[in-house]
Protein backbone atom coordinates (compact mmCIF):
# COMPACT_ATOMS: atom_id res chain seq x y z
CA UNK A 1 0.00 0.00 0.00
CA UNK A 2 1.07 3.13 -0.35
CA UNK A 3 -0.20 6.80 1.28
CA UNK A 4 -1.90 7.84 -2.03
CA UNK A 5 -4.81 5.89 -2.56
CA UNK A 6 -5.26 5.34 -6.16
CA UNK A 7 -1.71 3.33 -6.16
CA UNK A 8 -1.74 -0.03 -4.40
CA UNK A 9 1.85 -0.54 -5.73
CA UNK A 10 4.26 2.53 -6.61
CA UNK A 11 7.97 1.56 -8.12
CA UNK A 12 9.96 3.48 -10.32
CA UNK A 13 13.93 3.75 -10.97
CA UNK A 14 16.05 6.94 -10.33
CA UNK A 15 19.07 7.85 -9.78
CA UNK A 16 20.77 8.51 -6.02
CA UNK A 17 23.96 9.37 -3.95
CA UNK A 18 24.36 9.79 -0.59
CA UNK A 19 26.29 12.92 -0.54
CA UNK A 20 28.13 15.08 -2.68
CA UNK A 21 31.23 13.13 -2.25
CA UNK A 22 29.84 10.21 -4.05
CA UNK A 23 28.71 9.19 -7.34
CA UNK A 24 25.28 8.77 -8.61
CA UNK A 25 23.64 5.04 -8.91
CA UNK A 26 20.90 3.58 -10.15
CA UNK A 27 18.03 2.60 -7.66
CA UNK A 28 14.88 1.35 -7.40
CA UNK A 29 12.39 3.73 -5.54
CA UNK A 30 9.59 1.86 -3.98
CA UNK A 31 6.64 4.25 -2.50
CA UNK A 32 5.44 3.33 0.67
CA UNK A 33 2.63 4.89 3.30
CA UNK A 34 5.33 6.91 5.01
CA UNK A 35 8.14 6.90 3.24
CA UNK A 36 9.96 6.13 0.20
CA UNK A 37 12.49 2.90 -0.12
CA UNK A 38 15.68 2.95 -2.16
CA UNK A 39 17.13 -0.31 -3.10
CA UNK A 40 19.69 -2.06 -5.47
CA UNK A 41 18.63 -4.10 -7.95
CA UNK A 42 19.20 -6.99 -5.27
CA UNK A 43 16.24 -5.79 -3.52
CA UNK A 44 18.84 -4.56 -0.59
CA UNK A 45 17.62 -1.77 0.89
CA UNK A 46 20.32 1.28 0.58
CA UNK A 47 18.43 4.27 2.78
CA UNK A 48 14.73 5.14 3.24
CA UNK A 49 13.44 9.21 3.04
CA UNK A 50 10.40 10.45 4.98
CA UNK A 51 7.55 11.47 2.72
CA UNK A 52 7.63 14.87 5.06
CA UNK A 53 11.12 15.51 4.75
CA UNK A 54 11.22 15.09 0.97
CA UNK A 55 12.26 18.59 -1.17
CA UNK A 56 11.63 19.28 -4.48
CA UNK A 57 15.36 20.67 -5.98
CA UNK A 58 14.46 21.34 -9.23
CA UNK A 59 11.99 20.07 -12.37
CA UNK A 60 12.01 20.44 -15.57
CA UNK A 61 10.13 18.35 -18.54
CA UNK A 62 11.60 15.42 -18.26
CA UNK A 63 12.84 15.04 -14.93
CA UNK A 64 12.87 16.17 -11.35
CA UNK A 65 15.40 16.24 -8.46
CA UNK A 66 14.83 15.53 -5.05
CA UNK A 67 15.94 16.08 -1.62
CA UNK A 68 15.91 15.52 1.90
CA UNK A 69 16.34 17.70 5.02
CA UNK A 70 19.68 16.73 5.25
CA UNK A 71 22.48 19.61 4.42
CA UNK A 72 25.18 16.58 3.08
CA UNK A 73 23.93 17.14 -0.69
CA UNK A 74 21.56 13.64 -0.77
CA UNK A 75 19.97 13.51 -3.79
CA UNK A 76 18.00 11.74 -6.07
CA UNK A 77 16.91 12.23 -9.94
CA UNK A 78 13.91 10.94 -11.39
CA UNK A 79 12.67 10.64 -14.59
CA UNK A 80 9.54 8.46 -14.08
CA UNK A 81 6.41 11.44 -14.87
CA UNK A 82 4.31 9.39 -12.03
CA UNK A 83 6.65 8.86 -9.10
CA UNK A 84 7.56 12.84 -10.01
CA UNK A 85 3.73 13.60 -9.91
CA UNK A 86 3.05 11.43 -6.58
CA UNK A 87 5.96 12.83 -4.54
CA UNK A 88 5.11 16.39 -5.93
CA UNK A 89 1.42 15.60 -4.58
CA UNK A 90 2.34 14.90 -0.92
CA UNK A 91 4.67 17.59 -1.51
CA UNK A 92 1.66 20.06 -2.26
CA UNK A 93 -0.01 18.37 0.10
CA UNK A 94 1.87 19.66 2.68
CA UNK A 95 2.26 22.93 2.00
CA UNK A 96 -1.03 23.55 1.56
CA UNK A 97 -1.79 21.85 4.78
CA UNK A 98 1.07 24.39 6.14
CA UNK A 99 -1.18 27.33 4.40
CA UNK A 100 -4.32 26.15 5.79
CA UNK A 101 -2.48 26.46 9.47
CA UNK A 102 -1.50 29.83 8.94
CA UNK A 103 -4.81 30.95 7.40
CA UNK A 104 -6.46 29.40 10.50
CA UNK A 105 -4.31 31.32 12.85
CA UNK A 106 -4.71 34.34 11.32
CA UNK A 107 -8.68 33.83 11.14
CA UNK A 108 -8.17 33.20 14.80
CA UNK A 109 -6.09 36.33 15.66
CA UNK A 110 -8.29 38.17 13.86
CA UNK A 111 -11.48 37.08 15.67
CA UNK A 112 -9.41 37.66 18.75
CA UNK A 113 -8.98 41.27 17.57
CA UNK A 114 -12.72 42.22 16.81
CA UNK A 115 -13.49 40.56 20.06
CA UNK A 116 -11.15 42.61 21.88
CA UNK A 117 -12.14 45.46 20.53
CA UNK A 118 -15.69 44.61 20.90
CA UNK A 119 -14.70 44.04 24.71
CA UNK A 120 -13.54 47.56 25.08
CA UNK A 121 -15.56 49.48 23.20
CA UNK A 122 -19.32 47.37 23.70
CA UNK A 123 -18.59 45.74 27.17
CA UNK A 124 -18.48 48.62 29.43
CA UNK A 125 -21.05 50.27 28.85
CA UNK A 126 -23.34 47.19 28.61
CA UNK A 127 -22.16 46.97 32.62
CA UNK A 128 -22.64 50.56 33.35
CA UNK A 129 -26.35 49.87 32.23
CA UNK A 130 -26.24 46.51 34.26
CA UNK A 131 -25.21 48.56 37.29
CA UNK A 132 -28.27 50.90 36.90
CA UNK A 133 -31.04 48.36 36.38
CA UNK A 134 -29.89 46.51 39.49
CA UNK A 135 -29.34 49.42 41.80
CA UNK A 136 -33.07 50.21 43.22
CA UNK A 137 -33.96 53.49 44.94
CA UNK A 138 -33.39 51.54 48.05
CA UNK A 139 -29.93 51.05 47.16
CA UNK A 140 -28.86 54.34 45.74
CA UNK A 141 -29.91 55.78 48.88
CA UNK A 142 -27.63 53.86 50.89
CA UNK A 143 -24.49 54.68 48.15
CA UNK A 144 -24.81 58.17 48.32
CA UNK A 145 -25.80 58.30 52.63
CA UNK A 146 -21.80 57.77 53.59
CA UNK A 147 -20.56 60.72 51.19
CA UNK A 148 -23.38 63.12 52.28
CA UNK A 149 -22.95 62.41 55.95
CA UNK A 150 -19.12 63.24 55.70
CA UNK A 151 -19.90 66.28 53.02
CA UNK A 152 -22.38 67.61 55.33
CA UNK A 153 -19.68 67.35 58.62
CA UNK A 154 -16.79 68.83 56.44
CA UNK A 155 -19.48 72.02 55.35
CA UNK A 156 -20.29 73.51 58.83
CA UNK A 157 -23.49 70.94 59.06
CA UNK A 158 -27.23 70.99 57.98
CA UNK A 159 -29.51 73.51 58.59
CA UNK A 160 -33.01 72.21 60.21
CA UNK A 161 -35.62 72.81 62.28
CA UNK A 162 -39.51 70.72 62.25
CA UNK A 163 -40.70 74.21 60.34
CA UNK A 164 -37.83 74.50 58.18
CA UNK A 165 -38.64 70.63 57.24
CA UNK A 166 -42.54 72.04 56.77
CA UNK A 167 -41.66 74.42 54.19
CA UNK A 168 -39.32 72.16 52.14
CA UNK A 169 -41.80 70.01 52.04
CA UNK A 170 -44.52 72.17 50.88
CA UNK A 171 -42.77 73.71 47.92
CA UNK A 172 -41.77 70.08 47.03
CA UNK A 173 -45.16 69.06 47.10
CA UNK A 174 -46.13 71.56 45.19
CA UNK A 175 -43.39 71.47 42.61
CA UNK A 176 -43.84 67.20 42.44
CA UNK A 177 -47.43 66.87 43.07
CA UNK A 178 -47.05 64.59 45.92
CA UNK A 179 -44.34 62.19 44.56
CA UNK A 180 -41.18 61.96 46.38
CA UNK A 181 -38.20 62.43 44.38
CA UNK A 182 -36.54 65.48 45.68
CA UNK A 183 -35.11 66.40 49.48
CA UNK A 184 -33.58 69.06 50.24
CA UNK A 185 -30.79 69.44 52.32
CA UNK A 186 -29.08 73.00 53.70
CA UNK A 187 -25.59 72.87 54.17
CA UNK A 188 -24.09 75.68 56.50
CA UNK A 189 -21.00 76.30 54.65
CA UNK A 190 -21.01 74.52 51.20
CA UNK A 191 -18.89 76.18 48.93
CA UNK A 192 -20.93 75.11 45.93
CA UNK A 193 -24.20 76.79 45.43
CA UNK A 194 -25.95 73.63 45.24
CA UNK A 195 -25.13 69.76 44.18
CA UNK A 196 -28.12 67.22 42.92
CA UNK A 197 -26.62 64.01 43.87
CA UNK A 198 -27.81 60.44 43.21
CA UNK A 199 -31.71 59.75 44.73
CA UNK A 200 -32.68 63.01 44.24
CA UNK A 201 -31.16 64.75 46.79
CA UNK A 202 -29.97 68.31 46.95
CA UNK A 203 -27.49 70.00 48.45
CA UNK A 204 -28.15 73.74 48.79
CA UNK A 205 -25.69 75.99 50.43
CA UNK A 206 -27.04 78.98 52.97
CA UNK A 207 -25.20 81.42 50.81
CA UNK A 208 -27.24 80.60 47.73
CA UNK A 209 -30.78 81.56 50.02
CA UNK A 210 -29.31 84.77 51.36
CA UNK A 211 -28.38 85.47 47.66
CA UNK A 212 -32.01 85.31 46.78
CA UNK A 213 -34.78 87.79 46.78
CA UNK A 214 -37.04 85.38 47.00
CA UNK A 215 -38.69 81.51 47.01
CA UNK A 216 -38.47 81.53 42.78
CA UNK A 217 -35.19 81.04 42.30
CA UNK A 218 -35.16 77.61 44.50
CA UNK A 219 -38.43 76.75 43.19
CA UNK A 220 -36.30 77.29 39.28
CA UNK A 221 -33.51 74.99 40.56
CA UNK A 222 -36.14 72.40 41.46
CA UNK A 223 -38.42 72.49 38.94
CA UNK A 224 -35.05 72.15 36.52
CA UNK A 225 -33.72 69.11 38.31
CA UNK A 226 -36.97 67.16 39.04
CA UNK A 227 -36.59 65.57 35.35
CA UNK A 228 -32.66 64.84 35.90
CA UNK A 229 -34.47 63.02 39.34
CA UNK A 230 -36.74 60.97 37.31
CA UNK A 231 -34.07 59.99 34.55
CA UNK A 232 -31.54 58.98 37.49
CA UNK A 233 -29.28 61.09 36.02
CA UNK A 234 -27.02 61.80 38.80
CA UNK A 235 -26.74 58.12 39.35
CA UNK A 236 -25.42 57.70 36.01
CA UNK A 237 -23.16 60.10 36.28
CA UNK A 238 -21.97 58.01 39.53
CA UNK A 239 -21.73 55.10 37.99
CA UNK A 240 -20.07 56.91 34.77
CA UNK A 241 -16.97 57.89 37.03
CA UNK A 242 -16.11 54.40 38.31
CA UNK A 243 -13.84 51.89 36.07
CA UNK A 244 -14.85 48.65 34.31
CA UNK A 245 -13.16 46.89 37.02
CA UNK A 246 -14.95 48.15 40.29
CA UNK A 247 -18.85 47.78 38.38
CA UNK A 248 -17.77 44.10 37.98
CA UNK A 249 -16.49 43.74 41.52
CA UNK A 250 -19.90 45.75 42.84
CA UNK A 251 -22.59 43.54 40.85
CA UNK A 252 -20.66 40.48 42.56
CA UNK A 253 -20.98 41.91 45.83
CA UNK A 254 -16.88 42.00 46.53
CA UNK A 255 -17.66 46.04 47.19
CA UNK A 256 -20.72 47.54 48.40
CA UNK A 257 -19.80 51.19 47.62
CA UNK A 258 -19.80 53.36 44.31
CA UNK A 259 -17.70 56.21 45.31
CA UNK A 260 -17.84 59.88 44.40
CA UNK A 261 -14.69 60.72 42.29
CA UNK A 262 -15.81 64.17 41.37
CA UNK A 263 -17.94 66.06 43.11
CA UNK A 264 -18.24 68.78 40.64
CA UNK A 265 -19.36 66.87 38.14
CA UNK A 266 -23.01 67.12 40.55
CA UNK A 267 -23.01 70.86 40.14
CA UNK A 268 -26.41 71.74 39.15
CA UNK A 269 -26.16 74.08 36.05
CA UNK A 270 -27.06 77.99 36.24
CA UNK A 271 -31.23 78.23 36.64
CA UNK A 272 -32.75 79.91 33.23
CA UNK A 273 -34.64 83.08 34.33
CA UNK A 274 -38.65 82.39 34.66
CA UNK A 275 -42.01 84.77 34.86
CA UNK A 276 -42.64 85.80 38.41
CA UNK A 277 -45.46 82.98 39.81
CA UNK A 278 -47.94 83.66 42.69
CA UNK A 279 -45.32 83.56 45.63
CA UNK A 280 -45.65 79.81 47.22
CA UNK A 281 -44.78 81.10 50.58
CA UNK A 282 -45.34 84.14 52.88
CA UNK A 283 -42.97 86.57 53.55
CA UNK A 284 -42.52 84.88 57.08
CA UNK A 285 -42.18 81.60 55.53
CA UNK A 286 -39.61 82.86 53.00
CA UNK A 287 -37.54 84.66 55.72
CA UNK A 288 -37.44 81.74 57.78
CA UNK A 289 -35.69 79.17 55.36
CA UNK A 290 -33.71 81.89 54.44
CA UNK A 291 -32.59 82.28 57.70
CA UNK A 292 -32.80 78.40 58.32
CA UNK A 293 -28.32 78.62 59.51
CA UNK A 294 -28.39 81.36 61.65
CA UNK A 295 -29.77 79.99 64.76
Excluded at 65 to 84: H, N, R, V, Y
Excluded at 98 to 118: G, M, P, Q
Amino acid sequence: MTAIKKYARLEATGLWRDSENFDFIEVLISFGKTSIILSDYKDKPLTHWSLTAIKLVSRDQNEATFSTDSDDGECLLIKDADMIESLLLFINKDERKSNTTKIKFYICFFILIVSSIALIVYFPSKIKVLTASVISNEIEQQLIEPFVDKHVSSSGGSCSSLEIETIKQRILTLIEKDKQTLSVIIIRDQKMNALHLPNGVILISSAFLNNATNEFKLVALLEQELPSAINRQPLNILINQQTTIELIRFLLGFDTQLHIKEINDFLTPATKPTLKKQNLLDDFSWVTLQNACLN
